[in-house]
């Protein structure tokens, strides 16, 4: 770079030298008389005498002075130019963020709803800015299936993963793996408590929700209940966003799921055909997000705009003086 730089800046002398001497020729020939030929006058020392004669050699030296010291100037600064001079600017980055855990229970009655989200949260990770998504699957056992993080990238292929295991074209699907290690099977409580864990920063104030995919249908014996999962979280300031497929404000289940989700300051919403998980996100991102501030950095740029502009000037003034001598 620094040797780049360099012959840019020879290469930017050598033409304004250049520029210089044409423009110093070109002002001179105006002294000249005839097509190159000299003319002899009379008593021209008389001429040199008189004060008319002497202002406006005077004027031309003058012009001729300003359009080399112009020019020196003009080279100069396109040397600085060429040279790319940088500035130190001071940033720290700030992103308005939600951390959003998706807690999706595998069990085999869930296979629809859990494409469903997925499905989702892929078609809307381009409009996504700041905001850290996570994934842990749960059936008799919790399996983190990747960390919070923004690398959007990486989300959407193992999203795609996760997927096209819920297709059931291999005879251990991926959401098998880790999830079955437990007697039972949808253990609500234990699945909720371990994606509300996922949590890291406690001690930072951010907007921190868990989207929980479950029919609340539970087999076999808990370490916590669902209330307790949903006491842990409001603890934790982790808002619960329940996805119930059945939907039914009558039933058991769907009640219980409600109250739980309630109880964090969430809500629990039911798929029916009026209502997609896309809509439910939606209300879900209307959630007040907490600003982040993120560590300060220092960056240097390119800052070559007040040394252009100079060196515009430079050159404006120096054609402008041409112009008066030739006249």
Known sequence: MALANSWMLIVAAVVVVLALGVGVLLGLRRGR?????????????????????????????????????LGLIAALLGGVVAARPMAA?????????RDIVLCLDVSGSM???????????????DGFKGERIGLTIFNSSPVQ?????DDYAFIRDQLAQV?????????????????????????????????????DHLDDERS??????????????????????????????????????VGDAKAQTSAGLTKAAQATGGQAY???????????????QKQDAAALRGQAQVIWADSPNLWIALLLVAVLGFLILLWVVRL
């Open 33 to 69: 008389i005839g097509d190159g030929e000299g003319a002899l006058v009379s008593r021209a020392e008389r001429l040199r005498r008189l004060p008319s004669f002497r202002t406006a050699v005077r004027r031309r030296i003058t012009a001729l002075t300003g359009i080399l010291g």
């Open 89 to 97: 600017q001071t940033i720290q980055p700030v992103n308005t963020s």
């Open 111 to 125: 296979t629809d709803v859990d494409r469903e989200v997925i499905d989702v949260f892929d078609s809307l990770l």
């Open 145 to 149: 299936v990747f960390p919070l993080t």
């Open 163 to 199: 997927r096209k295991g819920f297709d059931y074209q291999t005879d251990t699907p991926d959401h098998w793996v880790g999830t079955l290690n437990g007697p039972g099977a949808s253990l609500i409580g234990d699945g909720l408590a371990a994606c509300t864990m996922r949590f």
């Open 208 to 245: 921190r929700s868990v989207i929980l995919a479950t029919d609340n249908e539970v087999n076999g014996a808990q370490i916590l209940t669902l209330d307790e999962a949903s006491a842990y979280a409001a603890a934790q300031k982790v808002k619960v966003f329940a996805i119930d497929p």
């Open 270 to 284: 039911g798929l029916r055909e009026t209502t997609t998980v896309s809509d439910i996100v939606a209300q879900i």
